[in-house]
């Protein structure tokens, strides 16, 4: 009797990434872990400019809407090469969206450039692991790497407990996001796509409505749960 895997494989476009050699498979995640901290820090530049006075709600309205827009045209245009050159064209809106959304988290006491410290661990992981490169490897050396430097940094400014909690919370939960996803959008992304797999990056977070989806079908199909009660 076969049994079918508890959750629908991942989409997979024709050519893609984890279809390739090992060399050419790290080789793209790694240039894409390199222009995500490129992104990063842009967004946290731009943070640093003055915006229009746009309240955070607003600012949260202009992300989500902006993700929600790239997330369709994805989903319409699936596997097809217009679709990386839009996502790759649009990546310069997103990262000026997200830099004032950014700008108004700061202003609440966020500690939102803890955002940046992970992602830079991991750039520095990735051009040290040579051929052995690791996605949990990179998460575990990461984190306790970004969590310490974010913990001097707390305690060189002498901050709240309260706000070193939550930038070490935000740190590791946002590497965590992004090193898991860069591992599943190498069914996603054809080596050349590399800024738009940096725009999956943003815009993955809302994957987790239509996934749901997925798997509840999934289970449907196949009977899941009843093969398992049975």
Not at 36 to 59: M, N, Q
Not at 100 to 105: D, S, T
């Amino acid at each position: 009797m076969n049994v079918p895997n508890y959750v629908p494989d991942q989409l997979e476009v024709p050519g893609n990434v984890a279809e390739q050699i090992y060399p050419l498979r790290m080789a793209f995640v790694k240039r894409v872990t390199l222009r995500h901290f490129v992104s990063i820090s842009v967004i946290g530049l731009v943070s640093r400019l003055k915006f229009p006075a746009l309240s955070l709600t607003e600012a949260i309205v202009v992300v989500v809407s902006l993700l929600l827009a790239l997330e369709l045209s994805r989903i319409v245009l699936r596997g097809k090469r217009i679709e990386a050159n839009i996502s790759t064209a649009v990546l310069p809106l997103v990262m000026a969206s997200m830099g004032c959304l950014m700008q108004r988290l700061s202003g609440l006491g966020w500690p939102v450039w803890a955002l940046l410290v992970g992602p830079l661990a991991a750039v520095i992981y990735s051009a040290l692991c040579g051929r052995d490169y690791s996605f949990v490897g990179n998460y575990c050396l990461s984190v306790i790497a970004s969590s310490v430097a974010i913990a001097a940094v707390g305690v060189q400014e002498h901050s709240s407990r309260q706000t070193v909690a939550l930038g070490l919370v935000l740190n590791a939960t946002y590497l965590f996001y992004v090193i898991y996803d860069l591992a599943s959008i190498q069914s996603r992304r054809r080596i050349g796509e590399e800024w738009a797999a940096v725009t999956d990056l943003y815009r993955d977070v809302f994957n987790f409505s239509g996934y749901i989806r997925r798997v509840i079908l999934h289970w449907q199909k196949h009977k899941i749960w009843n093969l398992t009660r049975t």
